[in-house]
């Protein structure tokens, strides 16, 4: 019987040799040579911006773990080399093992957002945040049925439909207020997103959720023990956690762990996702709210249940998520210009807006909208410190050119929002908070039209562009106005002086970065 099996195991070891070896020769070939060709390929072309060295299996995930390791936003680099990549098209950037194409110029903005959704459209990606909803409209490719979806989200959340959640809005911020006591810190971020995921899961879900908002459950954390959290608790752990798998730098290493889920955090934070998904399709199932958004969805759509459940987890986590790190970054540059603060809560008075105003009664859509200075500010936190420094994934389904240089069927591109919110020839002064650059009466926008010959509406990004921006941006505004108008009016803060003057502070998404403001009530 031995010198049977002798022959077979020694069959099966050189085959398992052989498989080993062709395996080698496979991860060299995607983590040296595919991204090394890519890299070579471009730096002929003088509008294509390359990085001097090429780093292999980290790519530009090295810049990201160097910020962290200097105590700096994940994404600071990006700003710091915005001096360097304003006078280009495109950018070569290698995400671990993955060759990738950001476009930098509003004229290669232009061109791209000319080519979707036939040409250039959404890539599909199994990653970060887009791991959580593989189903959603956010990983699809352009279809009738997703247009008429993401149409159909967006008409329930324009403005004349947004204005009937004001009242709710309202009732999640003074719920946020008496949960505060004079002379405490607090860690804003936690309650920035606390408020904005309590408003849309009522929004989304109507008057049924609050059956969930005290109900606790247990979940193993990413610290390693088990702690009891409801349900915005857990969303906003799940969140954080896949969207620091996506600047792990495993994820791009080793894809295999990341797409099975076979190691941690990977399999912990998956269990932790079915387990909220579990207890959301549950709530839906008894839900009776005919006015709430999900009824109306699914009501109204053509979609499977499933992809319209992840539409709907896509708008409560990124919806909340990027509406919450807006207004902690307003919260924080108000703070770090006194006198932009000092002019928000004038502004705010002059149009009768008080601690002592009848929120519910004085604030309507007439009023918000009157509220321009506050608009300013918005929108300068949001090309400060962007929520998101690159967009999603797209791809080419053809050969394009794009700014005159080829580009083959299959590439990745993403759209880099960060580093084109601070290019001097789009920009005056970029690294300043300025609102007044986005007063088309004041005297510094007048002088940035003269300086600036690049700048455009392609210069801002944090909604993106094309035929897949942001359907949410209509209830982002009126949102964030309504929760930062109430917390300026009825609490001072403030922000140790060291925080206020460090180097690298941002709040975008995977920040690690923790904004700990003392509280007194007015």
Same mark, same amino acid.
């Given at each position: ?9 020694? /069959? ?14 496979? @991860? ?122 993401? /149409?159909?989200?967006?008409?329930? @959340? ?72 409801? @349900? ?41 996702? @079915? ?15 005919? /006015? ?231």
């Amino acid at each position: 019987v031995k010198m049977e099996l002798t022959p077979i195991f020694s /069959k099966l070891l050189r085959y398992t040799i052989m498989f080993f070896i062709a395996y080698v020769i496979y @991860l060299l070939y995607i983590a040296l040579v595919k991204p090394l060709v890519f890299w070579f390929k471009f730096k002929k072309y003088n509008n294509v911006h390359v990085n001097k060295y090429f780093i292999p299996l980290l790519g530009d995930l090295y810049y990201h773990v160097k910020d962290m390791n200097a105590g700096r936003v994940h994404y600071h680099h990006k700003i710091e080399q915005a001096e360097e990549t304003k006078d280009y098209d495109l950018k070569v950037k290698l995400e671990g093992l993955n060759p990738i194409i950001l476009i930098e110029s509003n004229k290669a903005l232009e061109e791209f957002v000319a080519l979707q959704p036939h040409i250039i459209d959404r890539g599909w990606e199994y990653k970060g945040l887009t791991k959580c909803v593989p189903e959603g409209f956010i990983n699809a490719r352009t279809t009738t049925k997703t247009h008429e979806q993401r /149409k159909l989200f967006t008409s329930l @959340l324009n403005l004349n439909q947004a204005s009937k959640y004001t009242s709710g809005m309202i009732d999640c911020c003074e719920e946020l207020l008496d949960s505060m006591k004079s002379g405490e810190t607090y860690d804003f971020m936690f309650h920035m997103n606390a408020i904005t995921f309590n408003i849309l899961t009522n929004v989304l879900f109507g008057d049924d959720v609050k059956e969930l908002r005290t109900k606790k459950e247990l979940f193993p954390t990413p610290e390693g023990d088990t702690r009891e959290m409801n @349900l915005c608790e857990g969303m906003l752990m799940v969140a954080n956690s896949f969207l620091f798998q996506l600047i792990n730098p495993i994820t791009t290493m080793f894809p295999f762990i990341n797409k099975y889920d076979l190691i941690n955090p990977y399999k912990r934070d998956r269990e932790n996702h @079915l387990h909220l998904n579990d207890m959301l399709k549950s709530l839906i199932a008894k839900s009776k709210d005919t /006015k709430s958004v999900s009824y109306q969805v699914f009501r109204d759509s053509n979609c499977t249940k499933n992809e319209i459940f992840e539409d709907l987890v896509t708008f409560m986590v990124a919806g909340s998520e990027t509406s919450a790190r807006t207004m902690v970054s307003m919260l924080y540059y108000m703070k770090k210009n006194p006198e932009i603060l000092a002019k928000a809560r004038q502004e705010l008075k002059e149009h009768g807006i008080t601690r002592q105003s009848d929120f519910r009664k004085d604030i309507d859509m007439n009023l918000l909208q009157n509220l321009e200075y506050m608009t300013c500010v918005i929108k300068e936190a949001l090309r400060m410190d962007s929520p998101t420094f690159e967009s999603f994934t797209y791809t080419n389904y053809d050969d394009v050119k794009i700014c005159n240089v080829p580009i083959e069927k299959g590439t990745i591109f993403k759209i880099d929002i960060c580093s084109a919110h601070f290019y001097e020839n789009c920009w005056l002064r970029p690294k300043e908070f300025v609102p007044e650059r986005f007063d088309m009466d004041s005297e510094f926008y007048k002088e940035s039209k003269k300086a600036c010959p690049d700048m455009s509406n392609y210069s801002r990004r944090a909604f993106s562009h094309g035929k897949r921006a942001c359907p949410g941006q209509t209830l982002a505004y009126l949102e964030i106005k309504i929760i930062v108008a109430y917390i300026i009016t009825h609490i001072d803060y403030d922000v140790d002086e060291e925080f206020l003057n460090r180097h690298g502070i941002g709040f975008g998404l995977g920040s690690q970065i923790i904004p700990k403001f003392k509280v007194t009530k007015i």
